[in-house]
């Protein structure tokens, strides 16, 4: 399978995700729908699917569109969901099995930023959209930090080489942020910098990988001595779940 990162709207990112195969593709996430037609048509792929992270607009807006064009597209989203991606066609379940050409993946689901939330999982890539973030996670909207830590938890499973394509280009303000609370660490400082180059240059920094994730994105690392010391005195011995509770509370306020 091959994944190709589409920059819409102001910092989301789309994906289209080709079965080499078959020529069959499918979009995670249509923010709009003119960069899937483009890229589709410049590769020579036919668009058959649309997988839905979870139901926020600025993840959907350009399905209305796709359709109009293309009524016989499926929709794929998680159960839940239903009513609030009025469009889709597929109920999917944690667990359950979608296709793409000859490529299948994994629904993994993922509440925490929205209770209908999912990612998906085709042998080494993975789609989050809006619940871990290169260098950081989203924010709660609709669940709580046990939910989110969990979910967190579940993708933390997977191998450590598994690419993570994010729904949002936030990973400068997410590594800055991890610099105030783990700046002592190298690999942190060193991807900061990283990242920092990348945009300057106006290149994706999607995708990341896991490994990547889990050396410094502070979500992931609520049990380094570090990030508990930078949180005050009694981050040194609460539990992973506060601090969690505690570095989501902080990065809400902060701002590059
Ligand atoms: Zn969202």
Redesign the pocket.
Known sequence: MKVFPLACSFDNYSYLLVCEQTGLCAVVDPTEAYPVWQKAEGLSVHLTKVFC????H??IGGLADLLDEQPDLEVYGFHSDEARIVDMTHTLRNGDSVQIGEQTGKVLHSPG??SG?VCYHFDGHLFT??TLFGGGC??L?EGSPEQMHSSLNKIQALPESTKIYF?HEYSETNMAFAMTVEAENPLVRERFNRVKELVKLAFPTAPSTLIDEKQTNPFLRCDSPLIRESLGENARTCSDVEVFRLLRERRNRFTL
């Open positions: 992270t979870h139901h926020h600025d993840h930023h929205t939330s959209g809006d989203g924010r909207f729904g």
